[in-house]
Every structure is written in structure tokens, then in C-alpha cells.
């Protein structure tokens, strides 16, 4: 199954989504910021971000932008979960680099298809998980 790093500074959200993805098999990663999860990405390579736009230290547009530009990160997708709803707000997120923008409140379902179509359970952490 693919890792994924949550990325989502409201504590209850996070939890949530957190167990209900783990729930379906998948190993996840958390981050309460967007350093922390610049950090994480360096720490465990994931298959997918799930990644909230409104974070404090460094936003969402600026996290995406950062892994885009870096040849190790630019091919990790990059799912928007937001409360941003603007179509301005999903133009911007996409001009950054994102591979999927969702809306809040979490629909469980977009999420678990975002995940199928951009990190398969054949991606590296499941080759890792294989070899190792």
C-alpha cells in the first residue's frame, strides 16, 4: 500500500483522516505545518501528499511549489484537501503543482480515488515494503 504524509495543522481533522486512512491499509505519516512536512518528506519519501493548503510557518502553495521545484520531490502527487472552495484558491494550487484538489468537509471517497488514480499500491513504498 502506497505512504502517505498528512498534511493538516487541525489536530482532530488529522486524527481522523488519519485513522480512517490507516483503516484501509495505508501507512501514514503526519505533519501539523508545512515545515514539518517539508521535513517528513526528507525523512520518509511518500508516495502521495495529502495536503491542506492553510498551514502556518510555510502555506500549502509555498510547500507544493518547493517540492516541484526539487528533482528528489517533484514527482510526489500532491492531493489538496482545503476549506479554500474558491475556484481563484484551486487555480492558484494548480498553477503551484498540485495533482488533485479536494474541498473540506472530507469526502472519504474522492480522497480513496484520488489516492488509486495518483499512487497505486504498486508505487515505491510498496516496492520498498517488497524488497526489504
Same mark, same amino acid.
Given at each position: 500500500?502506497?505512504?502517505?504524509?498528512?498534511?493538516?495543522? =487541525?489536530?482532530?481533522? &488529522? +486524527?481522523?483522516?488519519?485513522?480512517? #486512512?490507516?483503516?484501509?491499509?495505508?501507512?501514514? %505519516?503526519? /505533519?501539523?505545518?508545512?515545515?514539518?512536512a517539508?521535513q517528513?518528506?526528507?525523512?520518509h519519501?511518500?508516495?502521495?501528499?495529502?495536503?491542506?493548503?492553510?498551514?502556518?510557518?510555510?502555506?500549502?502553495?509555498?510547500?507544493?511549489?518547493?517540492?516541484?521545484? =526539487?528533482?528528489?520531490? &517533484? +514527482?510526489?502527487?500532491v492531493v489538496? #484537501?482545503?476549506?479554500?472552495?474558491?475556484?481563484? %484558491?484551486? /487555480?492558484?494550487?494548480?498553477?503551484?503543482?498540485?495533482?488533485?484538489?479536494?474541498?473540506?468537509?472530507?469526502?472519504?471517497?474522492?480522497?480513496?480515488?484520488?489516492?488509486?488514480?495518483?499512487?497505486?499500491?504498486?508505487?515505491?513504498?510498496?516496492?520498498?515494503?517488497?524488497?526489504?
Open positions: 500500500m502506497p505512504r502517505i504524509l498528512l498534511v493538516e495543522d =487541525d489536530a482532530l481533522s &488529522r +486524527d481522523m483522516a488519519a485513522r480512517r #486512512l490507516r483503516s484501509r491499509g495505508f501507512a501514514v %505519516d503526519l /505533519a501539523g505545518d508545512g515545515r514539518e517539508l517528513r518528506v526528507d525523512l519519501r511518500p508516495d502521495l501528499i495529502v495536503l491542506d493548503l492553510g498551514l502556518p510557518f510555510l502555506d500549502g502553495w509555498e510547500v507544493i511549489r518547493r517540492l516541484k521545484a =526539487d528533482p528528489r520531490t &517533484r +514527482d510526489i502527487p489538496v #484537501l482545503t476549506a479554500y472552495t474558491t475556484p481563484q %484558491d484551486e /487555480a492558484r494550487a494548480v498553477e503551484a503543482g498540485c495533482d488533485a484538489f479536494l474541498t473540506k468537509p472530507l469526502r472519504f471517497w474522492q480522497l480513496l480515488a484520488a489516492i488509486e488514480v495518483l499512487a497505486p499500491a504498486s508505487g515505491p513504498a510498496a516496492a520498498r515494503a517488497e524488497a526489504g
